[in-house]
Nanobody, 127 residues
Framework: QVQLVESGGGLVQPGGSLRLSCVAS????????MSWYRQGPGKERELVAG????????KYADSVKGRFTISRDNAKNTLYLQMSSLKPEDTAVYYC????????????????????WGQGTQVTVSS
């Protein structure tokens, strides 16, 4: 069974930084696009950033462009999200997700394109 395990969340002050990690196992990580999604209190799950299988193509939500960076290390089967200049509105549970085989490589916004999700890690931005 595919496993995605996120870590790195926590409480941070506005303007601070965090790096999230997602360790993947039991599938060939380097062959699949991956994404970070988040779900804030009372909100729908939304795309934060997506990355292609080789780490070349990336896509970001407008709300995080210039502040967040998605990356991956295929040798370590790990997905990352570097978050800086954090704002209270970034408070959410952050999930990593694996794209389905055959889904469009440059499309990351459709929840139906994903077949596995991590358990999530809480990020709280507050003073």
């Amino acid at each position: 069974q595919v496993q995605l395990v996120e870590s790195g969340g926590g409480l941070v002050q506005p303007g601070g930084s965090l790096r999230l990690s997602c360790v993947a196992s039991r599938f060939t990580f380097s062959l699949f696009g991956m994404s970070w999604y988040r779900q804030g209190p009372g909100k729908e799950r939304e795309l934060v950033a997506g990355i292609g299988s080789e780490g070349i193509y990336t896509k970001y939500a407008d709300s995080v462009k210039g502040r967040f960076t998605i990356s991956r290390d295929n040798a370590k089967n790990t997905l990352y999200l570097q978050m800086s200049s954090l704002k209270p509105e970034d408070t959410a549970v952050y999930y990593c997700a694996k794209k389905k085989s055959g889904s469009k490589a440059t499309s990351f916004s459709n929840l139906n394109d994903y077949d596995y999700w991590g358990q999530g890690t809480q990020v709280t931005v507050s003073s």
